[in-house]
């Protein structure tokens, strides 16, 4: 089974879905670990429930963000994985810490990336008068939520929808968008070769739609 060290920052549904399908039998995954850079998250008595181990880097002991990857890139080191999942982790990473998972390191984004990189995804949509919104799963490289994009889910925006209700409609889709990309990567499914995605070998040329 692959070896999951999942990082997150704040509320951890996203992880949840994937201890959920874990527990069911549905990921050939074992999460072994939950990393986040603030103490005191739900995400954290998420892991404590699963009885997941669980650990806190918090960035705003070390002085500078290298100081801070280098501990991190420590911390996620010594659970071996072979796979680390970004959920709702809201730091941006060094170049370095980034190299040395190249190709094993997934986020989820929400957006229909390309479109909104950074912040305030729900809020630039509905400024923009976008049709659709929706979440991207990506391999992580140097680019900030730049790398090729694996999947996404993507939805109507509604008269009346707030950034509020989109965040809530974006997080149902990606319960089920994640772990469907994470198990694919467990399968050997996917794989990142120079700036690209492979799906079954082959050069993605579109992302999959879930
Ligand atoms: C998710 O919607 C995820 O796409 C987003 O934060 C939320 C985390 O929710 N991620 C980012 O904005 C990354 N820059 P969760 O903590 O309940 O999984």
Redesign the pocket.
Same mark, same amino acid.
Do not use: R, V
């Given at each position: 089974t692959c070896r999951v060290v999942v990082l997150? +920052?704040? %509320?951890? +549904? %996203?992880?949840?879905a994937l201890i959920d399908q874990q527990a069911a039998g549905l990921l050939p995954i074992d999460i072994v670990a939950v990393i986040s850079n603030r103490p005191n998250v739900m995400?954290l008595q998420r892991a404590a429930k699963a009885n997941i181990p669980h650990q806190v880097v918090d960035h705003t002991e070390f002085d500078s963000r290298e100081l801070f990857d280098t501990a991190l890139q420590q911390c996620i080191q010594q659970f071996t994985p072979d796979l680390v999942v970004? *959920?709702?982790?809201?730091r941006i990473m060094t170049a370095d810490l980034v190299r040395r998972f190249a190709g094993k390191m997934l %986020?989820?984004?929400?957006s229909l990336l390309p479109k909104y990189p950074?912040?305030h995804?729900h809020r630039r949509a509905l400024d923009n008068k976008d049709l659709q919104h929706g +979440?991207s799963v990506h391999f992580v490289t140097e680019e900030l939520?730049g790398g090729p994009v694996i999947a996404q889910s993507q939805f109507d925006i509604q008269p009346g929808d707030t950034e509020d209700s989109l *965040?809530i409609r974006?997080?149902q889709l990606?319960h089920k968008l994640y772990p469907k990309v994470v198990g694919w990567f467990a399968e050997n499914k996917i794989a990142l070769q120079g700036n690209q995605a492979l799906y079954n070998g082959e050069k993605l040329l579109q992302p999959k739609m879930i």
């Open positions: 997150i +920052s704040g %509320n951890g +549904s %996203n992880l949840q995400g970004l *959920a709702g982790y809201m %986020n989820i984004h929400p950074g912040l995804t +979440s939520d *965040a974006i997080k990606e």
